[in-house]
């Protein structure tokens, strides 16, 4: 019994423990912050992410598309009676539905249809040894400037091995708070982002309301569902010239 309890106290120690964290983040250099973590799985380092679009992180959320997190998107209600055939128009249209989609300032990074198949490939060849986990990455940028000035920098498909350097190291004059959380057969990688000397974080509340998510969210049985997502229609995925909804 004594034993039981003691878990249990554990367990609500911990919880406290991350509702702490998801609203008084610790930020480091980004020289500073721990990275991803492959332990001696060294294959899974070879094993590709791509950027999600926007609609694809709500539904690995569980968050409904019509799911509103702040007023960011206060001053973009009128927009929309634009021709398909005008290019420049059809541009403008989809910028505006960015920005009026919640997290804008959020980008994150999904496995594969190579990565979700290589791991089952390898997890059958190696007779159930090798690891079956993918790993998904959400970056919160604190404001939309900095996410779109990241975005044109960084690779729209990156393997994991190359994740830390290229990425996290790679943003210098930045610092970070990490939060990992795994989650069945996906280990969720949230990192916060503000220039270095910041105080505070503008998108605290887009912050706490993905870290809530993922800690609601039940564990992940089998990620091949994630085949399944808006704009992977196919094994042979390409980017979306423009986002279905």
Avoid at 9 to 21: D, L
Avoid at 127 to 141: H, Q, R
Avoid at 193 to 222: E, H, M, N, W, Y
Wanted: glycine share 4%.
């Amino acid at each position: 019994m004594g034993e039981k309890e003691k878990q249990k106290e554990k367990k609500k120690q911990k919880h406290q423990k991350e509702s702490k964290s998801s609203s008084d983040p610790s930020f480091k250099p980004s020289s500073d912050v721990k990275g991803l973590r492959f332990g001696a799985q060294f294959i899974v380092k070879s094993f590709t992410v791509r950027r999600a679009a926007p609609l694809e992180l709500l539904r690995l959320l569980a968050l409904p598309p019509t799911f509103n997190n702040n007023n960011n998107n206060n001053n973009h209600h009128h927009h929309s009676h634009h021709s398909n055939r005008n290019s420049k128009k059809d541009q403008e249209q989809q910028q505006h539905q960015a920005c009026s989609l919640p997290f804008p300032s959020t980008t994150a990074y999904l496995p594969t249809n190579f990565t979700i198949l290589a791991h089952h490939a390898w997890h059958t060849l190696t007779l159930g040894l090798g690891t079956k986990k993918s790993k998904v990455l959400v970056f919160v940028f604190e404001s939309q400037n900095m996410k779109s000035g990241v975005d044109r920098i960084w690779p729209s498909e990156i393997p994991l091995g190359e994740v830390n350097r290229k990425l996290i190291r790679g943003l210098t004059g930045c610092e970070m708070a990490r939060f990992k959380f795994r989650k069945g057969c996906i280990t969720f990688y949230v990192y916060a982002v503000r220039p270095v000397g910041s105080s505070g974080f503008l998108c605290a509340d887009d912050l706490s309301t993905i870290l809530q998510s993922v800690i609601a969210l039940k564990d992940f049985l089998d990620h091949t569902a994630m085949l399944a997502l808006p704009s992977q229609r196919s094994i042979s995925y390409s980017p979306p010239v423009a986002m279905a909804h």
